[in-house]
């Protein structure tokens, strides 16, 4: 790994974040986690949010994502200023052009697979028929085609994980939030989700952003922001040598 | 989203059925224990329905039909003298005790009728013919009275006992609505009711009337009212007045009102807890669901098609049972039941005020729900 600029920061932004401030509590138990983040992220590139627990990995994420206020600074996402749009107008912003994976992969008990890949098409209105024909293309690709039809419990947990990304993807977001994505997975496991997530995640149009703590899937990166104590300490630059 | 939120009402099966549970017996308890309260309510002015005749005219002061207060014999006559009034007869109504050749005894209810048009009769009679109450000493007795005398091995059509000494034969059993004490009634013709009972000054205890076609029947009570200072009602106000009379003077109101908030409350503590739970135990999947760009809207939209989902479920079922209870306990007669459809609409916007509430809970706390959840 080294520091060095990667062709992807050539281009303009696709995610802007300046002087970005976030405190929880009040008073004596006032604790800022985000103390004035600079970052940019672009198009075709994979970036990794590392660092120690507390130090604000998962606030920042939330905020890129819209799903949480900033005290202060200002989140531009594809042009488009995320933190000065109301509520309602971000969770609109945030279903067109975002797809999300988490660590409990949040499927929904009651759905098959393919139709919890649905569910983002589904809020967007489209037709259950297309949304659903649209998410068993999507789980073919991730690999689970033949297993549109099963409910989660019946799914191991790589499997699962599988669906949540097939779910994030298949609404091509430009930009994919993924929280912890190999966290409740064994080693194997992690690093076949994160081939996938490259393969089929990675594109020229779609920057993806992955908080983790796993530095067993750090080479899967194209950059690396190491947040300590609510501050980015450093952005490395994944070279191809340290994925091999 | 309905898809999805009824898949995720229905993926939840324990959680579902404790819903329904819930609302089915909220439901059937208010609508059993509604059409029971209205069938006593029913029962409680049959003496009214039964005779089945337009406008009572009363002594003054009356308060329910039961109560009998008697009036002047001249009142028959006053009152056809009023404009408007096409027919007036007397009726006698008074309780008695009857004797029977097995030596025992039983109240009755005694109801004499005017002999030449024996208006006031039951309209179905079940056996024998109600004209033969003519005959000398005929009465009719209705079905309550062969049940409650001894059954139809010991009252059937030819059996003889004693109104005050006086004999009495039966000619004829009548169809008649139950009523809320279950005192037997004997149909007589009013001339020889006026002989069964003991001498008294005044025997006249109502007069039936009717109004002639084209003038309104509470015009004519009005008039009634006015030139012979009686009371005089429609037969509508008159058995309401007596509906108005138990419940001011009786626990029942009170009682089945208790029982049916009771059920009201109960369904509502089952519905909203259960609901609240569901919400929270998938606050998660919510909170995923507000992250991928549900809105707030789209939630409680989803919330609330789940709580109407189960809810008008629920009150299917529980009308169903309630109905099933009631088509047995009518049957037997043992039990008022007269489930009316403005109970069961009744009940319905209880069920939605109900579902309306335990999803508005639910909806509050997903309105409060931050999205970031998902990622702690």
Redesign the interface.
């Known amino acids: 790994m080294m520091d060095h600029p990667t062709e992807e920061q050539t281009q303009p932004a696709a995610v802007r974040l300046r002087g970005i401030v976030k405190s929880f509590g009040t008073g004596d138990t006032k604790v800022t986690v985000l103390r004035g983040i600079d970052l940019d992220i672009y198009l075709g590139e994979m970036l990794l949010l590392v660092g120690e627990s507390g130090g604000g990995k998962t606030t920042l994420l939330s905020a890129i994502a819209g799903i949480l206020e900033i005290d202060a600074g200002n989140i531009d996402v594809l042009g488009v200023p995320l933190s000065d749009l109301p509520a309602g107008k971000r969770t609109t912003f945030r279903g067109k052009t975002m797809g999300f994976i988490y660590q409990q992969f949040n499927l929904l008990p009651a759905l098959t697979a393919a139709e919890n890949v649905a569910v983002p098409l589904l809020i967007q209105h489209i037709g259950r028929r297309e949304a659903l024909h649209r998410a068993r293309t999507m789980l073919e690709r991730v690999g689970l085609g033949d297993r549109a039809e099963f409910l989660p419990k019946n799914l191991s947990g790589g499997q699962q994980q599988r669906v949540a990304i097939a779910r994030a993807l298949v609404n091509e977001p430009r930009l994919l939030i993924c929280d912890e994505p190999t966290a409740a997975l064994d080693g194997p496991n992690g690093q076949k989700i994160m081939e996938l997530l490259r393969e089929v995640g990675r594109a020229p149009d779609r920057c993806v952003v992955i908080v983790t703590h796993d530095s067993r899937i750090f080479h899967f990166g194209d950059r690396m922001a190491n947040l300590t104590d609510g501050r980015i300490e450093r952005i490395e630059s994944i070279t191809r040598e340290g994925r091999a | 989203?309905n898809?999805?939120a009824l898949?995720?009402l229905?993926?939840?099966r324990a959680k579902y059925l404790m819903l329904l549970c819930g609302l089915t017996f909220a439901v059937m308890l208010i609508v059993q224990q509604g059409s029971i309260f209205w069938g006593l309510m029913i029962w409680s002015q049959s003496s009214v329905s039964n005779l089945n005749v337009p406008i009572w005219v009363t002594d003054p002061g009356i308060a329910q039909v039961d109560e009998v207060k008697p009036i002047a014999a001249t009142a028959v006559d006053r009152v056809r003298s009023v404009p408007g009034v096409e027919w007036a007869v007397p009726l006698y109504k008074g309780l008695l005790r009857a004797r029977l050749s097995n030596g025992d005894y039983h109240q009755i209810t005694l109801t004499g009728l005017e002999s030449s048009t024996l208006i006031g009769r039951p309209a179905e009679v079940l056996e024998g013919r109600f004209e033969d109450v003519l005959q000398p000493d005929a009465v009719v007795l209705d079905q309550w009275a062969v049940e409650r005398m001894g059954g139809p091995d010991v009252i059937k059509i030819g059996t003889v006992f004693e109104l005050n000494d006086k004999l009495a034969r039966v000619v004829a059993i009548a169809k008649t609505q139950k009523s809320f004490t279950n005192i037997p009634v004997v149909y007589t013709t009013y001339e020889r009711a006026i002989r069964y009972v003991p001498r008294e000054r005044r025997t006249l205890s109502y007069v039936l009337a009717k109004a002639k076609d084209g003038v309104p029947v509470a015009e004519v009570t009005k008039r009634i009212h006015e030139q012979t200072g009686l009371g005089a009602f429609t037969a509508e106000d008159f058995g309401w007045k007596t509906i108005g009379w138990v419940l001011k003077n009786t626990g029942i109101g009170i009682n089945f009102g208790t029982t049916i908030l009771l059920g009201f409350i109960v369904g509502m503590a089952i519905a909203g807890q259960t609901f609240y739970l569901f919400t929270v135990e998938n606050l998660?999947?919510f909170?995923?669901?507000?992250?991928?760009?549900?809105?707030t809207w789209?939630l409680a939209r989803m919330i609330l098609l789940q709580a109407f989902t189960v809810g008008l479920t629920g009150y299917g079922v529980g009308i169903g049972l309630a109905t099933v209870f009631g088509f047995f306990t009518a049957r037997s007669g043992g039990l008022p039941f007269i489930e009316t459809w403005q109970l069961l609409l009744l009940v319905l916007v209880a069920l939605l005020a109900i579902c309306t509430f335990s999803a508005l809970i639910s909806i509050i706390k997903l309105a409060r729900l931050?999205?970031?959840i998902?990622?702690?």
């Open positions: 989203m898809y999805v898949k995720m229905f993926g939840d998660r999947q909170g995923a669901l507000k992250a991928m760009g549900a809105s789209t931050e999205p970031a998902v990622f702690r």
